[in-house]
């Protein structure tokens, strides 16, 4: 923000002194207009760049208050949704906050979102996961369009077929179970 009122306050200045300068020739006029115009450009650029870094604090700070209600793991946050809802709205719900349905990518990752559910929710709640197999029968993907690498399915998980296409956790181990039944949720969120 200070950055930003000294950008402002320079071009203020710039251009109060381009004003109070006496006139020139026409041929040096057109040199000092040229100048004066790049300066504008540069200044305005460095505006536009000091906003789009006050953006990505804004951003970091709004990230870390997300993350401070719910739990850090290395590299991203998990924070619950209580609220018991489809998969899709609750897909939806963590998009609008800026993440995704919580997908484990490693037996650690899956064990610390098992006991933040415990923690939060309850020994026996059981939450969706970012994991589905709308597209292809049989062929789990993640919430960006791309195969799971890894799977901890309740063995014989999953066996549902058509009618079951969402992944859900439930203790450590994977359900596959109809999108439309109501569970809670946990969004997880990326950090750097």
């Known amino acids: ?43 305005q650029q460095k505006i536009n760049d000091i906003v789009q870094e006050l953006n990505l604090v804004k951003e970091q700070q709004a990230l870390q208050t997300v993350c401070l209600r719910g739990i850090k793991i290395p590299g991203k946050c998990f924070l619950v949704d209580t609220v018991k809802k489809r998969y899709h709205t609750a897909n939806e719900d963590c ?4 993440g995704i349905l919580s997908t484990p990518l490693s037996s650690d990752e899956n064990t610390r979102l098992r006991d ?7 020994p026996d709640a059981e939450i969706w996961l970012g994991v589905n197999d709308m597209q292809v029968e049989g062929v789990w993907m993640d919430q960006t369009g791309s195969n799971i690498r890894y799977q901890n399915w309740k063995l014989p998980e999953p066996d549902g ?23 809670a949720s946990v969004c997880e969120f990326n950090i750097v």
């Open 1 to 43: 923000m200070r950055l930003l009122l000294f950008a402002v306050l320079l071009l203020l200045t710039h251009t109060s002194q381009q004003q109070n300068t006496p006139r020139k020739k026409p041929s040096a006029k057109k040199d000092s207009d040229a100048r004066a115009s790049a300066a504008l450009e540069d200044l």
């Open 161 to 183: 077929g058509l009618a079951e296409n969402c992944a859900a956790l439930s203790g450590e181990k994977w359900l596959d179970e109809r999108c439309r039944e109501e569970r």
């Open 95 to 98: 998009i609008a906050k800026g």
């Open 116 to 122: 933040y559910v415990r923690q939060s929710l309850g």
